[in-house]
């Protein structure tokens, strides 16, 4: 702003009308606070504005970097491997760190030994906690004979848990002239020695060991025919037959088994049939039962004329 100086008079000098006016005219008008805070406020208000613009676009820019570098290590069949880069230089952190395996715990398992586990699983003394990969080592730990369902867990920092539900021996199978131990769902428990497991029932047959459980608790209704009852036969992977004590059969129904077990327990505990020494008790019939003895231990014809 320019500034406005006084010209000096002399004592008996007049006053030039002019000068007055133009010294009124160049009087300089000071700018109101208020108005320097506005502006001062709108300049700040587009500062911000042109600094969050310029990031916005660095942040595009650096994302679709990223998403070419990415496309091209894809294309070139690159990004599996710098995946397990990454993951391999996290793991190498972490062991320094001590985030190191120190033990292994095993919870529900009897029939196989913690340090089975440990060996199933790759789990050794100062391995990297995040070089075990859970659901693989799960998948391990299933496969083996006694296990049914298995969990494994980081327990971070330094143990591994492991949860086990193991099968439990429910009957011996019967068939090719081998015994094996089953579980309830019918899978061979290949680990279970059947000798150890004599008092087990019995089923015999092709397809028996996937039906065993319908038919065994059926007959645990029945205490007094499962007492005499020796085998449960599958015939033609439909229908079952009891082996009982005396090497008789009591053949049952394709349908509704159940009805037939209760009907034959009745008329045992009234009649006691099951006694008869018969080959065969044929309950397969709606509402009868036909008894078919021993065709050897029949008594003999008499000839004609004798």
Sequence with gaps: MSQVGRASRGRGAKKDPRARSKYRDSVSVPVPRKKVSNWASAQLRGARYRAGHALRLGAIAVLAIGGLVI???????????????AESALSERLANAGFTVRAVEVSGGGQVSPQRIADIIGARPGMGLL??????????V?????VSEASVVRLWPDRIAVLLTEREPYAL?????????????????AGANPVDY???????????NEDATEILELLERQPNLRRIT??????????WNL???????????????????????????????????????????????????WPERADPVPERGA
Aim: aromatic content about 4%; hydrophobic content about 45%; cysteine-free.
């Design 198 to 208: 004599a008092d087990l029932p019995r089923v015999v047959g092709a397809g028996a």
């Design 131 to 140: 070089d075990l990969d859970p659901a693989e080592a799960r998948e391990r």
């Design 173 to 189: 199978w019967q068939t090719g002239g081998y015994h094996r131990v089953i579980d309830r769902e019918g899978v061979v428990i």
């Design 243 to 293: 082996r009982l004590a005396t090497g008789g059969d009591v053949m049952l129904p394709e349908g509704d088994p159940a009805a037939a077990l209760a009907t034959i327990a009745t008329l045992h505990a009234n009649h006691g049939v099951l006694d008869l020494d018969a080959q065969s008790f044929d309950i397969r019939g709606e509402g009868e039962l036909a008894i078919r003895a």
């Design 71 to 85: 496309g091209g290590l894809a294309a070139f069949g690159q990004l599996d491997g710098v995946g397990d880069m």
């Design 230 to 239: 020796t085998h449960v036969v599958r015939v033609g992977e439909r229908r």
């Design 142 to 146: 299933e496969a083996l004979p006694w």
